[in-house]
């Protein structure tokens, strides 16, 4: 071959090349179809049965739900083989009132990944909605496995390990627990600021203990982490233990409801005070139950704030109605009763809805917070409780049963 030849062949060769690469360069900005295709739900975790149910974002209608405990057979034999596990499992049942199953639930950023936290199964686990199949899962060395939060980025999910007074930080690529969080007593909710930096961990107290003797509940706070370094920033302390809140995005107010106690308050993270008290009224079916038949001491269980950032929604668990509540004065403007066991809100995806997990109706109730209308209530499964907001792939098709 002479060497003009060569050129030309290294040339063509070149050329070929070029071509190839622009092709994947395209491939690369052009987007492909459904894959990247995402939708707003709500996850809705049904404790009692270990399923989660997904409503659309738009209409909450039931899209349908998956089994998140396939393998349910086996960790309870394990769980009761152990004389120790076997004592956890008891306790934290006697505690919950039943077998709680499905405690909270996350959603991976690009609508492909469901996280759960599987409560007396004392794991989290992960799931392929495209497979249906469990990807990884890892106990968290607790009696029980509790509420989750999953960091703005999707890389770490936070839970509560309720027994080992700590919080776990787990990577959600492979399940490993990347460090353990020193918090209060029962650690419950986990809560990220909207840029990701801080973690605010909310303890309850041991809930086993009566209500004579809670002094010796333990320590019932606020732990406050920066999430570059992971070290402990402040810590609250209350004399009751800290139930479901909402934070402001200017991280100033931290709104929750207490252990024992009706309504919510309003807490000054700067100031280190409790502002403002919303005492919600009682019911005499409610009363009956203080102070040691509440269900884990909690009397309203479930707060959550429209996206006007104007009035909270109110769940009063052991007087079976929800509130909406005006954030300016506290005042109520709205009143839904007939609620069944009302556990836990969550704001729609518009911010101009409250979904309300009713535990005991098996059904979450859509009420507006302008009107304060109880709009449509939406079948689930066994005991929902925790709701939480994300992405779905729109390729995923779920099961046709409510859950």
Request: glycine residues 8%.
């Amino acid at each position: 071959m002479t060497a003009s030849n060569t050129r030309r062949g290294n040339a063509r060769m070149a050329i070929v090349l070029l071509a190839i690469v622009s092709a994947l360069a395209l491939l690369a900005i052009v987007p492909t179809n459904s894959s990247a295709a995402t939708k707003d739900v709500i996850a809705v975790g049904n404790a009692g049965k270990g399923t989660v149910s997904f409503l659309d974002g738009s209409t909450l209608n039931n899209l349908g739900s998956i089994n998140v405990v396939p393998d349910l057979a086996t960790r309870k034999a394990l769980i009761f083989l152990n004389p120790i596990t076997l004592v956890g499992w008891n306790a934290v049942k006697a505690q919950k009132g039943g077998e709680r199953i499905t405690d909270d639930v996350a959603l991976s950023p690009d609508g492909k990944t469901l996280y759960v936290s599987r409560g007396m199964l004392m794991d989290v686990a992960a799931f392929n909605l495209v497979t249906k199949k469990m990807i990884w899962r890892r106990d968290v060395n607790s009696f029980n496995s509790d509420h989750m939060a999953i960091s703005p980025d999707g890389t770490k999910l936070i839970v509560s390990a309720t027994t080992a007074k700590q919080a776990r930080v787990i990577n959600t690529s492979n399940g490993s627990i990347l460090r353990s969080l020193d918090t209060g007593d029962y650690p419950h909710e986990n809560t990220f600021s909207a840029d990701g930096k801080t973690l605010y961990n909310a303890s309850i107290g041991t809930t086993m203990y009566p209500y004579s003797l809670n002094s010796l509940k333990g320590e019932k706070s606020i732990s406050v982490f920066d999430t570059t370094t992971w070290a402990k920033k402040a810590t609250h302390s209350f004399d009751l233990g800290v139930r479901p809140s909402v934070l402001t995005a200017d991280q100033r107010y931290y709104y929750f409801q207490q252990s024992y106690r009706r309504g919510f308050v309003e807490y000054d993270l700067l100031t280190k005070t409790i502002t403002r008290t919303a005492t919600m009224p009682a019911t005499a079916a409610g009363d009956a139950l203080f102070p040691d038949d509440l269900p884990a001491n909690s009397m309203h269980h479930g707060l959550s704030m429209n996206g006007a950032g104007t009035k909270f929604c109110n769940a009063g668990t052991i007087d079976s109605y929800v509130k909406i509540v005006s954030r300016a004065n506290f005042s109520v403007s709205a009143t839904v009763t007939g609620q069944q066991k009302p556990y836990w809100t969550q704001t729609s995806h518009d911010g101009n809805k409250c979904l309300v997990s009713n535990s005991d109706g098996d059904f979450v109730s859509v009420i507006s917070y302008d009107t304060g209308v109880e709009l449509k209530r939406v079948p689930v499964g066994d005991f929902p409780q925790r709701e939480r907001p994300g992405k779905l792939d729109t390729s995923i098709t779920l099961s046709s049963s409510a859950g």
